[in-house]
Antibody
């Protein structure tokens, strides 16, 4: 079955760069049509799509955060990495990775809470 | 690219039906049949309930249905049950391989 799990620091300081890793199993990111996305959710607030990388290495970013985000994949390791630069307290959120095929995010990781504080 | 508009809250009694709307633009909801809906219980990850406007993943009760008219998509839950109380989010493809979520709706089962 498909599973995803996010990992990374739970606490980062303002201005630092956040690096999150999504390790997945049950599918291959080299299969046509497959993608892995990142979505975040500040405490008590709504979901926000951040980025998505496709099987063909096409990368898409939220227009509002594009300048701060980089998404990469390592197909051999079944991992997708998201980096976000210049972290700010408003970036405090639970960060999820999710499997995408077609027009939806059908499998989600459990999420990882990242707090930005000095 | 602005968030899709959802009502902040809806409520209904057990057995009743409720509908949650999700309003976008012709550049997202109205332009593509890639609207999905997610259920999120407190402290849990979102769960896909509807995809491609009206399709249900395996295991999702047929009490959940989706539709779209113009720039507005809707999620209808019939025969409300206590376990349906949760937050619901819509999501739409927005062209150029971009995606946008709604602001979320809190469903209360009275």
């Amino acid at each position: 079955q498909i599973t995803l799990k996010e990992s990374g620091p739970t606490l980062v300081k303002p201005t630092q760069t956040l690096t999150l890793t999504c390790t997945f199993s049950g599918f291959s990111l080299s299969t046509s049509g497959v993608g892995v996305g990142w979505i975040r959710q500040p405490p008590g607030k709504a979901l926000e799509w951040l980025a998505l990388i496709y099987w063909n290495d096409d990368k898409r970013y939220s227009p509002s955060l594009k300048s701060r985000l980089t998404i990469t994949k390592d197909t051999s390791k079944n991992q997708v990495v998201l980096t976000m630069t210049n972290m700010d307290p408003v970036d405090t959120a639970t960060y999820y990775c999710a499997h995408s095929v077609g027009g939806s995010f059908d499998y989600w990781g459990q999420g990882t809470l990242v707090t930005v504080s000095s | 690219q602005s968030a899709l508009t959802q009502p902040r809250s809806v409520s209904g009694s057990p057995g009743q039906s409720v509908t949650i709307s999700c309003t976008g633009t012709s550049s997202d909801v109205g332009g593509y049949n890639y609207v999905s809906w997610y259920q999120q219980h407190p402290g849990k990850a979102p769960k896909l309930m509807i995809y491609d406007v009206s399709k249900r993943p395996s295991g999702v009760p047929d009490r959940f249905s989706g539709s779209k008219s113009g720039n507005t998509a809707s999620l209808t839950i019939s025969g409300l049950q206590a376990e349906d109380e949760a937050d619901y989010y819509c999501c739409s493809y927005a062209g150029s391989y971009d995606w946008v979520f709604g602001g979320g709706t809190k469903l209360t089962v009275l």
